[in-house]
C-alpha cells in the first residue's frame, strides 16, 4: 500500500482531527490525557466498512491514515515546546538560585562579623595564657620524659634480651625439626624402598607363574589340537578304507557278474577296469 502522502496531494490535505490550537500539553503529558485523546483519534480514524476494490474506499483508507499521522506530528509538537518552555524556566531558576545562595551568605557573614571578632580576641587571650601555661608545664614534662626515658631504656634492653633468646630457641627448634623431617625423610624411604622391592618380587612371581599357567595352556592346546588332527586323520582314512572295501566289493561283484554273463576272467576284469576309470562314454561304476 502507497503511503498517505503519495496519494494524498497538497490539493486534498484532509482537515487534521486534532489542530495544534486545541492541544494542552501539560493535560495530555502531565495530567494522564494522552490515553482518552489516543483512543478518540483511533475511534474517528477507523473507516466504516472501507472497500479497497473502489477508488472511493481507498481514498478513505488513504485519508484516515494520513489524518493519525498528522496527529501523531501534532501532539510530538506541542510536548517539544513543553519541554523547551521547561527548560527555558528551568535555566532562569537555577541563575535565580545561584544569585539567592550568594546573597544570604554574604549577609549572614556581615551580620555575625561582630560575634566573629569578639570569639577570635578571646581565642587569642586564651592563647597566651595557655602558653605561660604550657611553658610550667613543659619543664615538668621534660623531667618526667627523662625519666620515662630512662624506664624505657631498661624495658627496650630487657625486651632485646627476651628476643635474643627467642631466636636462640627459635634457631634451636629448627635444627631439632630438620633433624627429625632428616629421619623420617630416610625412614620413610627406607620403607618405601623395602615396599618396592617386596612389590617387585611378587610381580615377578606372579609374572613366572603367569607365564607357566600360559605355557601349560598353550601345551595343552598343542596336545589337543594333536589328538583332535589325529583322531580326525584316523577317521578319514578309515572312511577312506571303507570307501575302497565298498568300491572293491563293487568292482568284485561286477567283475563276477560279468564273468556268469560268459566272459573270461581277463575281459571281465579289463571291462571294471575301464568302466571304473570312466574310460567307457557313457558308463560308470556306481558305489
Not at 67 to 86: P, S, Y
Not at 216 to 226: L, N
Request: net charge negative.
Amino acid at each position: 500500500m502507497k503511503e498517505a502522502n503519495e496519494i494524498v496531494g497538497p490539493e486534498v490535505i484532509p482537515q487534521p482531527m486534532i489542530p495544534i490550537e486545541s492541544i494542552n500539553a501539560l493535560a495530555i503529558f502531565v495530567d494522564g490525557g494522552l490515553t482518552d485523546l489516543l483512543e478518540m483519534i483511533a475511534e474517528e480514524a477507523w473507516v466504516a466498512d472501507p472497500d479497497p476494490r473502489t477508488a472511493t474506499g481507498r481514498k478513505e483508507m488513504v485519508s484516515a491514515a494520513y489524518k493519525v499521522k498528522r496527529c501523531k506530528t501534532t501532539i510530538d509538537k506541542a510536548g517539544k515546546e513543553l519541554v523547551a518552555d521547561w527548560k527555558s524556566k528551568a535555566k532562569v531558576v537555577d541563575s535565580e538560585r545561584k544569585r539567592a545562595r550568594e546573597y544570604l551568605d554574604s549577609l549572614a557573614v556581615q551580620i555575625r562579623a561582630p560575634v566573629t571578632e569578639y570569639e577570635d580576641a578571646k581565642d587569642l587571650k586564651k592563647d597566651i595564657e595557655g602558653a605561660h601555661e604550657a611553658a610550667i608545664v613543659e619543664d615538668s614534662q621534660r623531667a618526667l620524659q627523662a625519666k620515662i626515658d630512662r624506664q624505657q631504656e631498661e624495658i627496650d634492653e630487657k625486651t632485646r634480651d627476651y628476643e635474643k633468646q627467642q631466636e636462640t630457641d627459635r634457631v634451636q627448634r629448627e635444627a631439632d625439626d630438620r633433624a627429625r623431617r632428616g629421619f623420617e625423610e630416610a625412614r620413610d624411604k627406607e620403607r618405601r624402598e623395602s615396599d618396592q622391592k617386596v612389590a617387585d618380587a611378587e610381580k615377578k612371581l606372579r609374572l613366572e607363574r603367569e607365564d607357566t599357567a600360559r605355557k601349560e595352556t598353550e601345551r595343552e592346546d598343542q596336545e589337543r589340537i594333536e589328538r583332535e588332527q589325529k583322531s580326525a586323520d584316523e577317521l578319514a582314512e578309515k572312511h577312506r578304507q571303507d570307501d575302497l572295501d565298498h568300491q572293491r566289493e563293487v568292482n568284485v561283484g561286477a567283475f563276477r557278474a560279468l564273468q556268469e554273463m560268459g566272459l573270461s576272467p581277463a575281459a571281465a576284469k579289463q571291462i571294471v577296469v575301464a568302466v571304473a576309470k570312466q574310460e567307457i562314454p557313457g558308463m560308470r561304476m556306481v558305489y
